[in-house]
């Protein structure tokens, strides 16, 4: 698999998702390069409209600056 996250490990049975917390949003690379075309995403258009709607950057913001790790540019 070509994740530089390491989202994938390979098993005897074959690849698995074992660390899923570690893929980055928006990053599409591991299905832009399966040859198999077994890696799909949802669209973008649609998950815009579903952070808009379920106002998701703000409650990721708000969670970010809960926890300090995300602080504003002094
Ligand atoms: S989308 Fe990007 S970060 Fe997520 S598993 Fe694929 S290559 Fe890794």
């Known amino acids: 698999m070509n994740c530089g996250k390491q989202v994938y490990t390979w098993t005897k049975e074959g690849p698995v998702v074992s660390k899923p917390m570690a893929c980055v949003v928006g ?5 832009n390069l399966c040859k198999g075309k077994a890696i799909t995403f949802p669209d ?3 998950l815009r409209a ?3 709607k379920e ?3 703000e409650k990721v913001t708000r ?3 809960k926890e ?3 602080n504003p540019v002094k």
């Open 68 to 70: 300090g790790k995300l």
């Open 55 to 57: 106002k998701l950057w």
């Open 27 to 31: 990053c599409t690379t591991c299905a």
């Open 50 to 52: 579903l952070y808009k």
């Open 44 to 46: 973008k258009n649609e």
């Open 63 to 65: 969670q970010l600056k």
